[in-house]
């Protein structure tokens, strides 16, 4: 199974304004008449019911979104780029691939998000008249759409998952308990891929129970199928903890102690999630005998003796696996009503640029949003220049620049360019 992969995604860039002019009847010197660039496809990532994997995206490198057209004559707008929708199976979480930022988690059936926000289209030259210019032979550019790296990672939603050594039951139990059909055999990791099937109890209720790899010791370092492992059992509310009770490769109370080792070397908080001892092959020579001593050793654990080879002993383990999964339920609710209750504070808006002083008269306009936009001014033309100014000026950077010191003839640098301030 496919569920963790690195894509790119580009947000489309917003189309140019157009530089035109009425040619009208009547209008022998009509003004700038150029319309608005189109707005870039933005990149949205949705929850698809129909899949239960990433192997569709297992090929894909990255994905662009449509640019916006250019502004067009008599004041008409460019069309907007075409969005792209990526779809992803529940349980996907999306991340910043740089710096590991939780961007998206995806919980909900047909949940969609914005992951790139295309750029906004370039204004028109007729946006630029002025009582010094009206003739402007300036549009504006559109901006650049957002890029970055995603992680996207799929971690199974089940409401209880099986874990345990490899073969000691797992996969017979949720083949019993449910209509899944996993590969079953007597060598270590028969189970490759997380095996998923629905619990329907007589009384009507059910849940949903995963089956994942064989566990082995260092799985918290990553040996074996160890993080793999672990990434899905920690949207697990219950933990089904498998124990080979006939002890003929191994001990039993070993196994347990290893397991609930590597639990807690990887997520505290999924050491402490609850977990019923399931004490399977006790129709096994010597089983008994086990099963004292690991109750001896472990005398507050809910265990629950068990043949998945002779079907004894399973419903009660499974009407106690309901009620542990419904308890969590009600915690979770409680728990989002409090995060509901929402104190807004105001916030002044931050700047989307930085002033810094170089010394020496010398001034630095950080920002990487003017530096796009001055990476497509043509500073040998005036009309272009100026407009770049007045887009300076509507952002604030020249009362910032006048704030921090700034006085006429300094230089300030944007982007790669030098510009001379003028008060």
């Known amino acids: 199974m496919i569920d963790f992969i690195k894509i790119k995604v580009k947000a489309g860039d917003g189309g140019k304004g157009c530089v035109a002019w009425r040619h009208e009847k009547f209008y022998e010197n009509g003004g700038p008449f150029g319309g608005d660039g189109g707005r870039g496809g933005h990149v949205y990532i949705e929850v698809d019911t129909n899949e239960t994997t990433l192997t569709k995206l297992r090929f894909t490198r990255s994905v662009k979104a449509g640019n916006g057209e250019p502004g067009k004559i008599k004041k008409m707008h460019g069309a907007d780029g075409e969005d792209v929708t990526i779809k992803v199976p529940l349980g996907t979480m999306v991340r910043n691939a740089a710096n590991g930022d939780l961007l998206a988690d995806l919980t909900r059936p047909h949940q969609i998000v914005m992951i790139a926000k295309g750029g906004k289209g370039g ?50 139990f949720l083949s019993i308990v449910t209509r899944a059909r996993p590969e079953i055999a007597a060598y270590p990791f028969t189970t490759i891929d997380p095996n998923i099937g629905v619990v329907s109890l007589p009384d009507e209720r059910s849940f949903v129970l995963a089956d994942m790899p064989g566990l082995i010791e260092g799985a918290a370092d990553g040996k074996g199928l160890g993080h793999e492992f ?67 050793a472990h005398p507050d654990q809910r265990i629950f003796p068990a043949s998945t080879l002779t079907h004894q002993g399973i419903d009660p383990i499974l009407y106690a696996v309901m009620d542990e999964i419904e308890a969590a339920r009600e915690a979770e609710a409680t728990d989002t009503a409090k995060e509901e209750v929402v104190v807004y504070r105001y916030e002044p808006k931050r700047p989307d640029f930085e002033i810094r002083n170089l010394g020496n008269h010398r001034w630095k306009v950080d920002s990487p949003k003017v530096d796009r936009l001055a990476e497509q001014v043509n500073f040998d033309n005036d009309d272009d220049t100026y407009a770049f100014a007045q887009t300076l000026a509507k952002m604030g950077i020249d009362n910032a620049l006048r704030e921090a010191g700034c006085k006429d003839g300094d230089q300030v640098i944007v982007g790669t360019y030098i510009m001379d301030f003028s008060d």
Do not use: W
């Open 230 to 296: 672990l990434r899905h059992i920690r949207r697990c509310r219950v933990l089904i903890h498998v124990i080979d009770m006939s002890g003929e490769e191994r001990d039993p109370l070993e196994d347990y102690v290893i397991i609930n080792e590597e639990l807690k070397s990887y997520d505290e908080e999924l050491a402490g999630r609850p977990q019923l001892i399931v004490a399977n092959k006790m129709d096994t020579e010597g089983a008994d005998a086990n099963l004292e001593r690991f109750r001896l």
């Open 123 to 172: 204004l028109g030259n007729y946006h630029f008249a002025t009582a010094r210019n009206d003739a402007p032979e300036y549009a504006q550019p559109g901006e650049i759409g957002e890029s970055l790296e995603l992680q996207i990672e799929l971690r199974l939603l089940a409401d209880a998952g099986l874990i345990g050594f490899p073969s000691v039951g797992k996969s017979t």
